[in-house]
Every structure is written in structure tokens, then in C-alpha cells.
């Protein structure tokens, strides 16, 4: 049974994480985008969003060279924030242990998440996420609906998006797979589990919702 869960806010927080996406932005033009300018765009994914960026800028489409050299500059950016001795990440260590325990249980756990590919493999390793549960990161052309039906294809379900945001519940929707939500910025009638839920509550609440 497949699984998809978010990364910032869903099993852990990188404070400033937008702050350091401008900054790459600036080190690749030369001056940053506004927080207006990131507040302004409609997509979620970092393609989406640095794309949307381009086009205002330069007035046409971000190329896949463009995006590579972006996702290692933001790499960068990361790195030289969260390290031993610099900050470190919020980790809610119960919901990253609930999803090595669905692996046990035989689930196919994806970590499905709006960051570049190299900057979401930083993050997956300093929130110390098994190493068993593979890793689908932003792509050229893909919004977040795409990309948890990337993560399914070919997949018999049942299956279930977990996320921490509105932006998460619209896209499961849209791919028509039900959703568990973490925390309190994403309210509706689904399941809510809260950050700092233990491993086994998470497991719990995976079970019911698979079962329904």
C-alpha cells in the first residue's frame, strides 16, 4: 500500500527555508527576489516557484540547466545554515519514526516533497529519515499533484498523501488519493494528527484511514 508524506512541517522544520532559496536565487542573478515576489506565486514546488520567478525576471521559461544550477546553489545554502555548528532542524521525531515502522508493516513509504532534489536529500538525512524510504523531489514541469502521482504510478492502492499544509490537502485531491494532515495549518474534515504525535500513533491513524 503506497504512502506519500511531505517533508518542512510534516516531519520536521527548517526555519528560514525561503529566506535561503531568495539568497540562492540572488547568488545565481545577482539580486534576490523579494519576499513579495515569493509570496505572489501561485505554485508550491520549487520548479513551480523559481520558474514563475524566471518568466517575471527574465521574461521567458526556466530552462532544466537553469533548475540544476539552482537546486546546488540552494544546496549550498543549506548546508552552510545546518551544520554542527550552526542551526539545526526541528525534528518531530515520533512521525519520523512512525514512517520506518509502515516500512516494517511492508507499506511503500515515499517521501514526496516540493524541495529540489539535492536540497530534499540534505534535509531527509539531517531529520535522519530511513534510508530505505525513497526520495521524490521537485521536477521540471511537475506541481505537486504530479508529483504524488509520479510516486503512485503503477501502484494499487489504497493509498494516502500526508502533508502540513493547504497547499498539501488541494493536491491529494486533485489526485484523488485521501489525506492526513499534521499539525494546525491545514484544518478540514481529514484525520489531523499533531506534530509531536508518538510513531505508534501515526501508525494508527495510517491504519484506519488504509482500512475505510
Not at 517575471?56 to 537553469?66: C, E, H, P, Q, T
Not at 542551526?87 to 517521501?111: C, D, K, N, Q, T
Not at 503512485?152 to 489504497?158: A, E, F, S, Y
Request: some cysteine.
Amino acid at each position: 500500500m503506497p504512502l506519500c508524506f511531505d517533508l518542512d512541517g510534516t516531519l520536521g522544520s527548517f526555519g528560514g527555508g525561503y529566506v535561503l532559496l531568495r539568497q540562492a536565487l540572488g547568488d545565481l542573478w545577482g539580486e534576490e527576489p523579494t519576499a513579495q515576489d515569493l509570496k505572489d506565486c501561485r505554485g508550491s514546488t520549487d520548479w513551480e516557484i523559481v520558474d514563475e520567478l524566471h518568466r517575471k525576471r527574465f521574461g521567458n521559461a526556466l530552462s532544466i540547466d537553469d533548475y540544476a544550477k539552482y537546486d546546488q546553489a540552494c544546496l549550498n545554502r543549506f548546508r552552510g545554515a545546518f551544520h554542527p555548528e550552526g542551526r539545526s532542524p526541528e525534528v518531530f521525531r515520533g512521525i519520523v519514526a512512525g514512517m520506518a515502522m509502515l516500512v516494517e508493516e511492508g507499506h511503500r513509504v515515499w517521501l514526496v516533497s516540493g524541495n529540489a532534489p539535492s536540497v530534499l536529500d540534505f534535509k531527509a538525512k539531517a531529520l535522519d529519515v530511513d534510508a530505505r524510504i525513497p526520495r521524490l523531489g521537485s521536477l521540471p514541469h511537475l506541481d505537486r499533484t504530479g508529483l504524488i502521482r509520479r510516486a503512485l504510478d503503477g501502484c494499487p492502492g489504497p493509498h494516502l498523501y500526508v502533508g502540513d499544509r493547504p497547499h498539501d490537502r488541494e493536491a491529494a485531491e486533485a489526485a484523488g488519493v485521501p489525506f492526513l494532515g499534521i499539525g494546525e495549518a491545514v484544518p478540514g474534515d481529514h484525520p489531523i494528527l499533531s506534530a509531536q504525535a508518538e510513531a505508534e500513533h501515526l501508525v494508527q491513524a495510517v491504519r484506519a484511514l488504509l482500512q475505510r
